[in-house]
T-cell receptor
Framework: GAGVSQTPSNKVTEKGKYVELRCDPISGHTALYWYRQSLGQGPEFLIYFQGTGAADDSGLPNDRFFAVRPEGSVSTLKIQRTERGDSAVYLC????FGQGPSTDTQYFGPGTRLTVL | AQTVTQSQPEMSVQEAETVTLSCTYDTSENNYYLFWYKQPPSRQMILVIRQEAYKQQNATENRFSVNFQKAAKSFSLKISDSQLGDTAMYFCAFMNRDDKIIFGKGTRLHILP
């Protein structure tokens, strides 16, 4: 596609429910990143994929959060037993090689706004 | 740990004026990269300008330029001839070789007609 796309655009769920957020990176981009942006804050890193594998998941806040990228393109961020504190905008980004900004740039999607009631 | 600080939560300027957004950062690294991202109400983060720490020359992109002071760990963004479309949140950001971007809290910029 022309850019990074994320679905759904908005998601409202109840506390304790399970949610899945989807990211479609730019075609051909090998690196994919998830960030979380809470209200009034800058985005915070969650996890980074290089191809199908998670190269760095140090930003995942706890074991309720999990992400996959089984075929090296689309990625799904999964949140179990959602809590009100999980409410945020979840941003996805992709880059061509993931070899650092000296070679390429991270392009961001429009995000999914998750609201946990 | 690296940190990025933006001390101006909100700013307003008249259209066509010049505005400078401040940013300081903290790191023990010597090689790193700095960015300014723009986030309009559509939520999409748009890269405005980037600076490699090893380059002494300040980066420039059309009406956008930076003042990079490595010793002071300062990285300000200057927007010249500001336009209504420049209204957005602006985030200063840092990246080292591990590919994680660390963002500041942002500055909300209003361009007034």
């Amino acid at each position: 596609g022309a850019g990074v796309s994320q679905t759904p655009s908005n998601k409202v769920t109840e506390k304790g429910k399970y949610v899945e957020l989807r990211c479609d990176p730019i075609s051909g981009h090998t690196a994919l990143y998830w960030y979380r942006q809470s209200l009034g804050q800058g985005p915070e890193f969650l996890i980074y994929f290089q191809g199908t594998g998670a190269a760095d998941d140090s930003g995942l806040p706890n074991d309720r959060f999990f992400a996959v990228r089984p075929e090296g393109s689309v990625s799904t961020l999964k949140i179990q037993r959602t809590e009100r504190g999980d409410s945020a905008v979840y941003l996805c980004a992709s880059s061509l090689f993931g070899q650092g900004p000296s070679t390429d740039t991270q392009y961001f999607g429009p995000g999914t706004r998750l609201t946990v009631l | 740990a690296q940190t990025v600080t933006q001390s101006q939560p909100e700013m307003s300027v008249q259209e066509a004026e010049t505005v400078t957004l401040s940013c300081t950062y903290d790191t023990s690294e010597n090689n790193y990269y700095l960015f300014w991202y723009k986030q309009p109400p559509s939520r999409q983060m748009i890269l405005v300008i980037r600076q490699e720490a090893y380059k002494q020359q300040n980066a420039t992109e059309n009406r956008f330029s930076v003042n990079f002071q490595k010793a002071a760990k300062s990285f300000s963004l200057k927007i010249s001839d500001s336009q209504l479309g420049d209204t957005a949140m602006y985030f200063c950001a840092f990246m080292n070789r591990d590919d994680k971007i660390i963002f500041g809290k942002g500055t909300r910029l209003h361009i007034l007609p």
